[in-house]
């Protein structure tokens, strides 16, 4: 790298009553000898709803059971389920086990959102915001992105921070930028760590404080963030906004690296 830079049934029972789930098969409609008169289907326990299994699918990417996990959230997404919208919206996004098509994943992702999923109005606004399948449309995505922030997003924290850092959606402010970022980095988020680090080094929308901007470089580093570990191998080497130290420089560039954990 450049440094620069189971249950009571019999074991037959529960043959006959498995479902392909990627490579693993889970029981079917067992739920532990229990009938409540849910309609249940695979998972990691037998007892899974239709709906949880099909989003199961999805987010593990379990390819042999695409079709079927479609076929569910289409039925539920059809009866108005948000999250079965904001499901459908994705697997259109991103052609799971269909092909892509982002006018279908708008629409259901649309839907979503009114009915306040922050999660579909956070995709949607990555949509416009890059512009995928249309052309891009920064104020609709920073729109999107201000109501997912306003409910704790700290995703669109940074993404809204970024806006106004370029002036980009948005008249560029970057005490707003600065205010996003030191929420989301406090939220965890290591994206917002690395440039809320750099904020207080140069000053940029908030008083230059290098004690600050050691810290929250650090935390972003030890994270596991590649760029801030490279940044502060830079600073020590060079003497910027610390102490010059080639032993403490040469540790982050080795976890850079990979030579060293985090």
């Given at each position: 790298?450049?440094?620069?830079?189971?249950?009571?049934?019999?074991?037959?029972?529960?043959?006959?009553?498995?479902?392909?789930?990627?490579?693993?098969?889970?029981?079917?409609?067992?739920?532990?000898?229990?009938?409540?008169?849910?309609?249940?289907?695979?998972?990691?326990?037998?007892?899974m709803e239709?709906?949880?299994?099909?989003?199961?699918?999805?987010?593990?990417?379990?390819?042999?059971?695409?079709?079927?996990?479609?076929?569910?959230?289409?039925?539920?997404?059809?009866?108005?389920?948000?999250?079965?919208?904001?499901?459908?919206?994705?697997?259109?996004?991103?052609?799971?086990?269909?092909?892509?098509?982002?006018?279908?994943?708008?629409?259901?992702?649309?839907?979503?959102?009114?009915?306040?999923?922050m999660n579909?109005?956070?995709?949607?606004?990555?949509?416009y915001l890059?512009?995928?399948?249309?052309?891009?449309?920064?104020?609709?995505?920073?729109?999107?992105?201000?109501?997912?922030?306003?409910?704790?997003?700290?995703?669109?924290?940074?993404?809204?921070?970024?806006?106004?850092?370029?002036?980009?959606?948005?008249?560029?402010?970057?005490?707003?930028?600065?205010?996003?970022?030191?929420?989301?980095?406090?939220?965890?988020?290591?994206?917002?760590?690395?440039?809320?680090?750099?904020?207080?080094?140069?000053?940029?929308?908030?008083?230059?404080?290098?004690?600050?901007?050691?810290?929250?470089?650090?935390?972003?580093?030890?994270?596991?963030?590649?760029?801030?570990?490279?940044?502060?191998?830079?600073?020590?080497?060079?003497?910027?906004?610390?102490?010059?130290?080639?032993?403490?420089?040469?540790?982050?560039?080795?976890?850079?690296?990979?030579?060293?954990?985090?």
């Open positions: 790298m450049d440094r620069k830079t189971l249950s009571t049934t019999t074991l037959r029972d529960v043959a006959l009553c498995t479902i392909s789930f990627g490579r693993k098969t889970f029981p079917r409609n067992i739920n532990n000898g229990i009938d409540d008169g849910r309609d249940m289907i695979g998972g990691p326990d037998g007892q239709p709906l949880e299994w099909a989003k199961f699918v999805i987010r593990n990417k379990a390819e042999d059971d695409y079709s079927a996990a479609l076929s569910i959230l289409s039925s539920k997404a059809d009866q108005g389920v948000s999250d079965a919208e904001f499901y459908l919206g994705l697997v259109y996004a991103r052609g799971q086990g269909i092909g892509r098509d982002f006018t279908l994943a708008r629409k259901w992702l649309q839907r979503a959102a009114d009915k306040e999923n579909a109005a956070y995709f949607l606004a990555k949509i890059r512009g995928y399948g249309i052309d891009a449309d920064p104020v609709k995505a920073a729109a999107l992105f201000e109501r997912c922030a306003e409910d704790g997003d700290i995703r669109a924290m940074y993404e809204l921070g970024l806006l106004y850092m370029d002036g980009n959606g948005v008249d560029r402010d970057l005490g707003k930028t600065f205010t996003l970022m030191l929420d989301s980095a406090n939220g965890g988020h290591k994206e917002a760590q690395f440039v809320l680090g750099q904020l207080y080094k140069t000053g940029a929308g908030t008083d230059q404080d290098s004690r600050e901007a050691v810290k929250w470089l650090s935390t972003a580093a030890i994270h596991g963030h590649k760029g801030a570990q490279i940044l502060l191998g830079d600073m020590y080497a060079a003497g910027d906004s610390v102490d010059k130290d080639i032993d403490e420089a040469n540790r982050w560039y080795d976890m850079a690296d990979g030579k060293i954990s985090n």
